[in-house]
């Protein structure tokens, strides 16, 4: 089967398929092929929490803005929002998931100790 017909790859160059999923003809940078790999398991569990952390939110009919923070914080991590990965060199990389890593663990610190608690 050829590119042109493969789902998701709409006849872009492999290049484009390293960096965008197309899912339903919408466009979704993806993750950081070069994050280590007990970083981005890091970061995907903080995306998860703070998914999870969202529908409860909203199922108790209050402002997610908390947890969001959480999803924003690890979708930056991972590269998928901010600065695409592809314009910056490993340094950049590096900085990039290591503050968004720093950022989480405060907001575990700060939901430890009562403050700003994003849990489900």
Same mark, same amino acid.
């Given at each position: 089967?050829? /590119?042109? #017909? #493969?789902?998701?790859?709409?006849? *872009?160059?492999? &290049?484009?398929?390293?960096?965008?999923?197309? &899912?339903?003809?919408?466009?979704?940078?993806?993750?950081?092929?070069?994050?280590?790999?007990? &970083?981005?398991?890091?970061?995907?569990?903080?995306?998860?929490? =703070?998914?999870?952390? &969202?529908?409860?939110?909203?199922?108790?009919?209050?402002?997610?803005?908390?947890?969001?923070?959480?999803?924003?914080?690890?979708?930056?991590?991972?590269?998928?929002? =901010? *600065?695409?990965?592809?314009?910056?060199?490993?340094?950049?990389?590096?900085?990039?998931?290591?503050?968004?890593?720093?950022?989480?663990?405060?907001? /575990?610190?700060?939901?430890?100790?009562?403050? /700003?608690?994003?849990?489900?």
């Amino acid at each position: 089967m050829s /590119d042109e #017909t #493969t789902p998701g790859h709409g006849g *872009t160059d492999p &290049v484009d398929d390293e960096r965008w999923l197309v &899912v339903d003809g919408r466009r979704w940078r993806r993750q950081d092929p070069h994050l280590p790999e007990e &970083v981005a398991a890091e970061l995907l569990s903080h995306l998860g929490r =703070g998914r999870s952390a &969202v529908r409860a939110y909203r199922r108790r009919g209050e402002d997610p803005a908390p947890a969001r923070r959480r999803v924003d914080l690890a979708k930056h991590g991972l590269g998928e929002r =901010g *600065t695409p990965w592809w314009e910056q060199d490993d340094e950049a990389r590096r900085a990039r998931w290591q503050e968004a890593l720093d950022e989480l663990s405060a907001l /575990d610190r700060d939901e430890a100790s009562g403050e /700003d608690d994003d849990r489900a």
